[in-house]
């Protein structure tokens, strides 16, 4: 019988994120994200360990969620050839159930492809099925979201990507204040099973703890079969969210 992490008297189990690309796709404070995970994590009891992927390194032998961020069209071009040589090992990482969280320049990646405003096409690795295309129409400001399984999704988005969701994935949630995807669909972000692409910046898991919590306790299960939420939402979590919520776009 496998006994929920964080049980007082034991041992921290470990969590190893995968921060994939930081060095080219971390702008707008995407990094925040792994510093959310890792707080997060701790605060649940576990032991985090965050392994930095960049264009050449390997991956680690466990890996238990991956998260990754955005970059302008140079730095997606600079890491696209290295992700697409990764495709198999990712995706059977996506099949097996490990959480994933991917923002902007890797969202648009981790679809199957994206053609930039100039025409070049980059191939993406097909997790989500979602395809972009470099748009006239830059879409910034805050942003809020409704969703059914994490509740209000506030953030920040910077883009003039615009991205379609196929069949294989459903969208992260509606919106309810900003662009989103596109202009004219009124959804934001996509999802295939615990891989989450989303335009949210701001960084989006420091005011979105449920969202948090889901990839970190998704990861704990794959793992160590339980998971036992411990963390509370603090008072500079909800001061944060509130704030970000008042703003004009």
Not at 64 to 92: M, N, P, T
Request: with cysteine; charged share 20%; net charge negative.
């Amino acid at each position: 019988m496998v006994s929920a992490a964080g049980t007082t008297g034991e041992t921290p189990r470990e969590l190893v994120i995968v921060s994939l690309y930081p060095r080219d796709m971390n702008i707008y404070g995407d990094r925040g994200n792994v510093l959310a995970l890792e707080r997060r994590a701790r605060a649940h009891g576990f032991a985090p360990r965050v392994v930095e992927v960049n264009p050449g390194d390997p991956f680690p032998e466990t890996v238990d969620l991956v998260v990754g961020g955005g970059g302008q069209d140079s730095g997606q071009g600079r890491v696209a050839a290295d992700l697409v040589a990764r495709r198999d090992a990712i995706r059977a990482l996506a099949e097996d159930g490990v959480p994933m969280l991917m923002v902007c320049g890797l969202y648009q990646l981790f679809g199957h492809r994206f053609i930039t405003h100039t025409g070049e096409e980059l191939a993406g690795i097909g997790v989500l099925d979602v395809e972009t295309r470099g748009g006239t129409e830059r879409m910034i400001g805050n942003i809020v979201l409704d969703t059914a399984e994490f509740g209000e999704i506030i953030g920040y988005e910077n883009h003039s990507g615009n991205t379609t969701l196929g069949p294989g994935s459903t969208p992260l949630g509606t919106v309810l204040q900003g662009a989103g995807n596109n202009p004219s669909d009124g959804v934001e972000g996509a999802r295939t099973g615990n891989v989450i692409g989303s335009y949210l910046h701001g960084s989006l898991l420091p005011k979105n703890p449920a969202l948090s919590d889901f990839l970190i306790g998704e990861a704990a299960r794959r793992r160590y079969g339980a998971f036992e939420p411990r963390a509370e939402l603090g008072e500079t979590v909800l001061q944060a969210r509130a704030s970000a919520k008042r703003r004009p776009r």
